[in-house]
T-cell receptor, first 110, second 114 residues
Framework: SQQGEEDPQALSIQEGENATMNCSYK?????LQWYRQNSGRGLVHLIL?????REKHSGRLRVTLDTSKKSSSLLITASRAADTASYFC??????????FGKGTSLLVTP | DAGVIQSPRHEVTEMGQEVTLRCKPI?????LFWYRQTMMRGLELLIY????????DSGMPEDRFSAKMPNASFSTLKIQPSEPRDSAVYFC????????????FGNGTRLTVT
């Protein structure tokens, strides 16, 4: 069953700009994860934020979590052409499996 | 670390034929997942194995789908008989599931049923 829903569905920016993607979900979660998928490849884990955390950083990535609003955001700073990909949020509600949204397609142009 | 290995990468078959997708998880991982990805429905969890035992198969669409994990290093997803609506990308993922462990995905099998 689908839990997370990303917004926007598609985003086009220029290199050097920041990209922000949002995720909303419906039920209580144990943690929320963000994944990236390049065309024709599998998903790659980017970052995990636990339900008791509000913000997390990893390199150029910043993730926030607001459990009262059941929402999360992923910020990619100083974007590069290589960041072009689809980005998915995934929620852990069961303790063993992840439910994925449909993703945000990010295009970064030089 | 070779990652999760799936085969074949592409499969084209005719309606009614049997299809078998294969997966080799990362060594040492005790959890294995099969997902299906389509434009319309996104990523759907089909089945989850823990220590080679199927724990949750509620996502398997119907009896035409079956999955096995005979040992810790191999799993199969079989569709018999296949139908055009089964066309999708099928992903296998593994993890050392401790609650906070990420999933490691293979590169998927793109299935086309004509």
């Amino acid at each position: 069953s689908q839990q997370g829903e990303e917004d926007p569905q598609a985003l086009s920016i220029q290199e050097g700009e920041n990209a922000t993607m949002n995720c909303s979900y419906k039920t209580s979660i144990n943690n929320l994860q963000w994944y990236r998928q390049n065309s024709g490849r599998g998903l790659v884990h980017l970052i995990l934020i636990r339900s008791n955390e509000r913000e997390k950083h990893s390199g150029r990535l910043r993730v926030t979590l607001d459990t009262s609003k059941k929402s999360s955001s992923l910020l990619i700073t100083a974007s590069r052409a290589a960041d072009t990909a689809s980005y998915f949020c995934a929620t852990d509600v069961s303790g063993y499996a992840l439910n994925f949204g449909k993703g945000t397609s990010l295009l970064v142009t030089p | 670390d070779a990652g999760v290995i799936q085969s074949p990468r592409h499969e084209v078959t005719e309606m009614g034929q049997e299809v078998t997708l294969r997966c080799k998880p990362i060594s040492g991982h005790n959890s294995l997942f099969w997902y299906r990805q389509t434009m319309m429905r996104g990523l759907e969890l089909l089945i989850y194995f823990n220590n080679n035992v199927p724990i949750d198969d509620s996502g398997m669409p119907e009896d035409r789908f079956s999955a096995k994990m005979p040992n810790a290093s191999f799993s199969t997803l079989k569709i018999q008989p296949s139908e055009p609506r089964d066309s999708a990308v099928y992903f296998c993922a593994s993890s050392s599931w401790t609650g906070d462990s990420p999933l490691h995905f293979g590169n998927g099998t793109r299935l086309t049923v004509t």
